[in-house]
């Protein structure tokens, strides 16, 4: 059983394979106390923890100094304005401008499995899978009720957690701030991971030493963005790759969002996250309920490592959905990097058969056609095939490419317009615009008012009748700006700080109903690249585009980023031309290969200007993806090496769940003069398993191969690579 309440302790636990989560109810009021977040033990009266951060706690509050109590006691879910000086997760501001709310316990209850968030994406499980607590806590004076939800997971560690805030008052109530999780602790000298960047930089990852005071990362540009991504990790200061105590939140949510660890007097340690609060006011009228996402909470007392690991496992069984869930997703080719706005039937159809002599699986039609569109300053929002460019429109485009035995996908980007649009000449209302102002343009366009049901629907309506009109089985969805203007022509005056959160769950109430309407449907997420990668857009896509980057030296850390949380399975990689059109580096055409290898594989290039040496290697490339590709989809990944840390070379590693076959992707970038051969001790085999090295055919053990370690192979030159295989040997 993995929740309990203990009530003679008035404590409850939650219990993962490798960690413990206690909270206690505290004084007779019953405030929620947190107790103990750690690795699994077996004691439920730990109410003595409690003492560690406040040093003269005591189980009864004194009636005479109720501030001191609040402003230290580690607690679940903090309110604001009663004593309790840190971030809160709740306020809320009555009618008469009072600002203040506490919580304390009222009932609970505790249930197999893991109830769906209406209208959000969040992680699911059977009854087999996870048990939920579900505690119900109030502020009696306000008349408000929350009700928090914790999910223990059978198999993995990890805690899910989330509020609904009801208004059981007689008046109308505004939430200022509605936070997801928070989670109290004593400092352990940590670190504090986070993965920041930029457009074509996206996830590069960062690690601080945590000091007094706040560190926040967040975005307010509408979507969880290429700047900050909503991940943020406490790792003890000596956290390696494969040890020590790592707690980690990420959340399940597309949008604003805050994240937050703050030092607090006695070295205490609150780190928060939910929807970011400045952009956010929500009215709650008598009887409303509003629901936060998700916060996904990994514990590791294995390393950063083993906070990877679990992430991935997560994702992969547990959020990720859909008919390519466990299938291999196809080969693909893009033409956005081999034509840009410049292409016609013809010119798709030549690059379309090289690729299906190669062996590509998939041809994908990006931007620019439909509308008048022959650069990016018009017609998002005209969903009508430009037969100018494509005659006989995509219907005998997608008919010509099945023919040569392959899928056809295409590009869209729902949430926009272009003022030089028909769309907007009819409905100028439909964009986000604060009155008076004549609305900033980003990339030549506007955004759309994706809170509104008519414009959702006339948008939706136009997707559905392509997706009909042709054999369409993959859908790139694209999302070029961040949102500015944000006002809707829809909503009140009070309402407007509403906007930003409506407005994701538009776009989630949209990608439901295209899954629902196309179920076979393969679905990328794409936002200028991965300025949207985010657990929210997994529940709807099982891949996301990572990065405008494309220079395979680039990738190598924004993929490393980008897989510290999400797995290899999620990231769409894909060859492209070189010298880069992101950096004008070149490199060979087998290293951009190998570096795109282990993730949603496809090719971003105009395949005809290929030379015939480069040509003659896609079948061998495509032929490891078909073999390996599944060990890197569903294996355990290990980062063995890192190019940003040491500035040589990178080596990652996936071992099958098995533990049969290992598959090690080594780039070798920079050449330097070294006497020895490099050494590299492998990880996640089984020690007493037989491998054999594709490399060089000798057979040793796992244990040989970890606590030993793999010589990597020496190579002459820059930018180079090799993919060495080990396979367990029967005996
Ligand atoms: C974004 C995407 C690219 C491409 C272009 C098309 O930048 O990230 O992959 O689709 O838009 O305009």
């Not at 001191?68 to 903090?78: A, G, I, K, R």
């Not at 005209?382 to 494509?390: A, I, P, S």
């Amino acid at each position: 059983m993995s929740v309990s309440y203990n009530e003679k302790e008035r404590v409850f636990r939650l219990d993962t394979p490798g960690s413990t989560y206690l909270i206690g109810l505290v004084d007779e009021e019953g405030f929620l106390g947190h107790i103990y977040y750690g690795r699994r033990i077996p004691d439920d009266n730990m109410q003595y923890m409690l003492r560690v951060c406040s040093g003269n706690y005591v189980p009864f509050r004194d009636k005479g100094d109720q501030v001191s109590f609040l402003c230290d006691l580690p607690t679940e879910y903090p309110g604001c304005g009663l004593g309790d000086f840190r971030e809160s997760c709740l306020r809320v501001e009555t009618k008469s401008g009072a600002r203040a709310c506490g919580l304390t316990y009222v009932s609970h209850r505790i249930f197999g499995g893991k109830p769906a968030l209406p209208g959000l994406p969040a992680t699911y499980g059977g009854e087999q899978d996870c048990e939920t607590l579900e505690l119900t806590v109030r502020d009696a004076v306000l008349g408000l009720t929350a009700r928090l939800s914790y999910t223990a997971f059978e198999k993995l560690d990890v805690i899910c957690r989330s509020a609904q805030i009801e208004n059981n008052g007689g008046e109308s109530l505004k939430l200022t701030a509605a936070l997801s999780a928070c989670l109290d602790m004593d400092n352990r000298d940590f670190d504090v991971l986070t993965l920041h960047g930029n457009w074509a930089y996206e996830r590069m990852i960062g690690r601080e030493k945590l000091g007094w005071g706040k560190y926040r990362v967040s975005s307010n540009r509408g979507i969880s963005s290429a700047q900050e991504q909503p991940f943020m990790a406490l790792a003890e200061h000596t956290a390696t790759q494969s040890q020590g105590q790592v707690y980690a939140m990420n959340f399940v949510y597309s949008g604003n969002f805050l994240a937050q660890a703050e030092m607090s007097q006695q070295e205490q340690i609150r780190m928060v996250m939910g929807i970011e609060p400045e952009s956010f006011g929500w009215r709650l009228a008598p009887g409303g309920v509003f629901q936060t996402p998700e916060v996904v909470m990994v514990y590791s007392s294995r390393g950063i490592g083993g906070m990877t690991r679990t992430f991935h496992d997560l994702y992969r069984r547990h959020l990720v959905r859909g008919p390519y869930k466990d299938r291999p997703r196809p080969s693909l080719i893009n033409n956005w990097e081999a034509t840009y706005f410049d292409f016609d039937t013809e010119k798709l159809l030549d690059i379309a058969r090289t690729a299906a002599e190669s062996g590509i699986e998939m041809m994908v039609l990006d931007d620019g056609w439909f509308g008048r569109r022959s650069n990016d300053r018009s017609s998002l929002g005209d969903w009508t095939v430009n037969e100018e460019k494509l005659p006989g429109g995509l219907k005998y485009l997608s008919e010509q490419i099945n023919a040569l035995g392959m899928k056809f996908g295409l590009w869209f980007e729902p949430e926009m317009i272009s003022p030089d649009s028909d769309l907007y000449r009819a409905h100028p209302d439909y964009a986000l615009q604060i009155p008076g102002r004549s609305g900033s343009l980003g990339r030549w366009q506007k955004v759309l008012d994706m809170s509104r049901q008519d414009v959702r629907d006339c948008v939706y309506a136009q997707l559905h009748k392509i997706l009909s009109s042709a054999n369409i089985e993959y859908v790139k969805w694209d999302m070029n700006r961040p949102l500015t203007d944000v006002a809707s022509f829809a909503l009140d005056g009070d309402r407007q700080g509403e906007l930003h959160h409506r407005y994701v769950l538009g776009v989630y109430e949209m990608q439901e109903r295209l899954l629902r309407d196309f179920p076979n449907l393969l679905l990328e997420n794409c936002a200028s690249g991965g300025g949207r990668f985010d657990p929210g857009m997994l529940y709807y896509s099982p891949q996301i585009w990572t990065s405008d980057n494309t220079d395979a030296i680039d990738r190598l850390r924004i993929q490393e980023g980008t897989a510290l949380i999400y797995p290899l399975s999620t990231m769409g990689a894909h060859v492209a031309a070189c010298p880069s059109h992101t950096n004008s580096r070149s490199t060979p055409f087998a290293t951009r290969a190998l570096v795109s290898l282990p993730g949603c594989f496809g090719y971003e290039l105009d395949l005809t200007r290929l030379t015939p040496e480069e040509k003659a290697m896609i079948p061998g490339q495509l032929e490891d993806y078909r073999k390996y590709g599944w060990v890197f989809r569903t294996g355990d990944y290990y980062r063995l090496a890192s190019y940003s840390e040491n500035g040589e070379y990178d080596a990652l590693m996936a071992v099958s769940k098995d533990k049969r076959i290992a598959v090690l992707d080594y780039i070798h970038v920079m050449s330097r003069e070294r006497r020895k051969t490099l050494c590299l001790p492998l990880e996640g085999l089984d020690g007493a398993i037989l491998y054999r090295s594709s490399e060089t055919g000798e057979v040793h053990s796992g244990a040989a191969w970890m606590y030993g370690g793999l010589m990597l192979p020496k190579m002459k030159g820059d930018f180079l690579g090799k993919l060495i295989v080990l396979e367990a040997v029967e005996t």
